[in-house]
């Protein structure tokens, strides 16, 4: 969704849905998705070693930490790629959310109640509603306790990876600035090493979003659960 906009009329908020939002394609959580869609398409890179035993070490971990959260994404993308409107309905929710500043089952109700009503003008093959409910089962048969329960040491282990990375790479930093460039192997070697570094970085920072994006969605599949029951 592009925006929301909220009207205030005689007491109430009706939500106006402009764009294509609905259909997961845009947004922050929809951009997110296309790129975790992307990175699950990719074979996962494989470290090459330095040399450097701690921009070794770290990046062997970081390494490990992208193919066990790779398998995961993998698991919710295959779970929601043919569900799109459900990824439109989550950043639909993101949206509002952070405009109203009110909490995720209100959300979710106010525009859940939006698709319904829009819904009533559309054929049965346009209706977005049941749509976002097929998203929403075929994200909770993933059984989100459970990956909830199995990303948290995940996300401990990647945040104290990408601390790790950072450091090293100040390190690396300061030890190969004070290289020659008339010594041709020193600066091979720096050239190597720094890049290495970097794209240990770069990778952390993927692992960090990616993991944060997971824990987040199995979370609001559980809100969306609770509200579902609670109606």
Known sequence: MKKINVLLAAGTVALVLTGCAT???HGEVAEKYAKFQAAVAERPPEFVMTGERSLDDVGILSAQLYASIIKY?????KATENNRYYIGFMNDVQELVKEKNIPVPEAMAQ?????RDNDAKLEPDKKVYPRVIEGYQAVEAL?????????APIAVQVAKVAVQAKRVGEVISKTYSTINFNDVEGMRKKVRVTAASAKVIEQTVFETIAVDFLQDQYKRNQEMKSYMQGK
């Open 23 to 25: 259909s997961g394609t």
């Open 143 to 151: 059984k989100p306790a459970n990956k909830l329960r199995e990303l």
């Open 111 to 115: 525009i859940l109640k939006e698709y």
């Open 73 to 77: 994404l993998d698991e919710y993308v």
